[in-house]
């Protein structure tokens, strides 16, 4: 039997997808207002500095998760349906990621996919972030996970259903321990 040529990297089945969506990882400090705001994502940086590169980066909106309503849930859903990837990571805020991961896990038409969400508990751009790390983690997890949802943050890989944030402590944690 020859030797089949290893499939391209730029076969939609076999190239991630990551949607960005807003949350505290594309935040930025507004110096005049000194707020925190949106003003375009950060992950094009986050993974030039990796030296990672991925073909389609989509962004989606750019909200804070708790101004997440069920319809902007409908339409993170619909581009995770609508897209050619089997392997699809979700830029999210942290605050609301878990409504989101049992939205998408609810949906039968993504039964075949590999969805990983994932934030930040500090802006990138304010410099001591955690999001280069957890954004690494979940492309690492969507590339060698089962079919399924998950949230990825603090390094671990949760399912979506057991996993909730501690807001006292700052981290992600199991429900079932």
């Given amino acids: 039997m020859k030797d089949q040529p290893p499939s391209s990297i730029t076969d939609n089945q076999s190239e991630l997808l990551l949607l960005v969506t807003g949350g505290t990882l594309d935040k930025n400090y507004n110096a005049l207002s000194g707020e925190l705001e949106f003003s375009s994502t950060h992950a094009p940086q986050m993974l030039s500095q990796a030296n990672a590169s991925l073909h389609s980066v989509q962004t989606l909106m750019l909200k804070d998760s708790l101004d997440m309503t069920q319809a902007d849930r409908k339409t993170i859903a619909e581009a995770c349906i609508k897209a050619l990837q089997q392997k699809i990571v979700i830029t999210h805020g942290t605050d609301t990621m878990t409504d989101t991961a ?5 949906c039968p038409e993504l039964a075949d996919k590999v969805i990983v969400l994932t934030g ?18 979940a492309i690492m997890a969507a590339n060698l996970s089962e079919n399924g949802v998950y949230i990825t943050m603090n390094g671990i890989r949760f399912e979506a259903d057991d ?13 079932r321990r």
């Fill in 102 to 106: 049992h939205y998408l896990k609810a």
């Fill in 120 to 137: 930040a508990m500090r802006p990138f751009m304010l410099g001591d972030s955690d999001a280069s790390f957890n954004l690494g983690t």
């Fill in 163 to 175: 996993v909730c944030k501690n807001k006292s402590l700052g981290i992600f944690e199991r429900l």
